[in-house]
């Protein structure tokens, strides 16, 4: 009996995590969208459609006053905010009478709900109508104009992580790491005998600083120790009973990683069997500036993740889709509200990211579209930069695919 209500309170708590996983995702699609939104209400572009999600509504509703639609959609895995002549597949001409989108779902809501009418309530169905959205169309904008639009999604993604990160420092601390134990002897890679150093790392000490540098990812370990030799010293700043020292340590092993994963090289060359994460909490201005810092380093970690996917120096298995990103968020969600802050603050600068990257269908390159034709002072053929996306879009879509296989597989 025990055995079942533990075995049904871990699969209560896994299914709570993928629902925790889904509301982050949703929430930063939706921050990233309305970013979009916000945008292009302010800079008077007519937006048609407002949507958390895609494929078949949940729920919709058109305002009265602005005749925009704001729907929740079956597929919580994206979201869009449609300006209207976003795609530029067809030009003016070839649209000369034509109905446009708005009119064309009136028309589909007229014909749903046709039925005889009095002359009073067709008086009041009249005075009822919804108004056509307001604004010019998105490509007829000046190209200044639309890459601000372009680059507010991913603004808002990373102005909502820092504050997440600023929440997270403020109240738990930010991440360190403590020495938890001594690397095996039968394991160290090399034994090197040094003279006594003044001060020693010892178990218990909290690592603060590496070579007089702040510390607060393992790819920082990585990128201040990278390229040192076995045998060199190196300076760390520790917290040791609440008390800040410096200590010393001498490398036992050449200190030349692989890649941004490789964190067995880097405690075998500190001779440190394990360490694990905890928070140090610092005064107001510091919190400040170390949640600047961190978002900056997740920022990095991306990029390089990144690089090292396209010159083979991490493996496809690194990466991930969209199943992955539930599952790992899922459990990191359900760890605590630490784990919850942490995560939804990393999806939230991933996005702001790989957004902004120039792959055909992100942000990105759309906005290198719109510095061309500011350059140029013509637009590229909207019907080539239309196929580009496309072409770009599917691209995207096939590589999630490929990584979750390839996860599971």
Not at 6 to 35: C, Q, Y
Not at 188 to 212: N, R, S, T
Not at 217 to 225: E, G, Q, R, S
Request: aromatic fraction near 10%; glycine fraction near 10%.
């Amino acid at each position: 009996m025990i055995n079942n209500l533990l075995a049904f309170a871990d699969v209560m708590k896994s299914i709570g995590g993928v629902v925790l996983a889904i509301v982050i995702l949703l929430a930063m699609i939706t921050i990233h969208e309305f970013g979009h939104y916000l945008a292009g209400k302010l800079l008077g572009f007519k937006i048609n459609e407002f949507a958390v999600g895609f494929g078949p509504a949940i729920f919709k509703r058109r305002s009265k006053k602005t005749g925009e639609l704001f729907a929740l959609r079956a597929i919580p895995l994206g979201g869009y905010c449609a300006f209207d002549g976003e795609d530029g597949m067809e030009d003016e001409e070839e649209n000369e009478g034509e109905k446009t989108p708005f009119e064309e779902l009136k028309t589909e809501e007229s014909l749903e709900n046709e039925a005889p009418m009095s002359a009073l309530t067709k008086e009041k169905q009249e005075e009822e109508e919804y108004p056509e959205p307001q604004g010019e169309r998105f490509n007829d904008q000046p190209p200044w104009k639309r890459i601000i639009v372009l680059i507010a999604g991913a603004t808002m993604n990373y102005l909502l992580a820092l504050v997440l990160i600023i929440l997270m420092f403020g109240c738990f601390g930010r991440p360190v790491y403590k020495v938890a134990q001594w690397m095996p002897e039968e394991e160290e890679a090399v034994a090197i005998v040094e003279e006594p150093l003044p001060e020693a790392l010892k178990l218990e000490d909290v690592i603060l600083e590496v070579e007089g540098q702040t510390v607060y990812m393992i790819t920082d370990y990585l990128d201040i120790l990278d390229g040192k030799k076995a045998g060199e010293e190196i300076s760390l700043t520790v917290l040791r009973n609440g008390e800040k020292l410096t200590v010393y340590r001498t490398l036992q092993k050449d200190a030349d990683f692989a890649n941004l994963s490789d964190v067995q090289t880097l405690l075998h060359a500190l001779d440190i069997g394990a360490m694990y994460s905890v928070t140090e909490r610092d005064g107001f201005f510091e919190t400040i500036g170390h949640s600047f810092m961190y978002s900056f380093k997740i920022g990095g970690t991306v990029l390089r993740s990144l690089g090292e996917l396209l010159t083979g120096k991490l493996g496809m298995e690194a990466m991930g889709g969209p199943i992955t990103t539930i599952q790992v968020t899922a459990q990191a969600a359900s760890s605590g509200i630490l784990s919850f802050l942490n995560i939804s603050a990393f999806i939230g600068v991933n996005l702001a990211v790989f957004n902004l990257l120039p792959v055909p269908a992100l942000d990105g390159c759309k906005v290198i579209f719109c510095l061309l034709e500011w350059i140029r002072k013509k637009p590229i053929n909207r019907k080539v930069e239309g196929i580009i996306n496309l072409v770009g879009m599917l691209f995207i879509l096939g590589f999630a695919v490929l990584a979750d296989l390839l996860k599971l597989f």
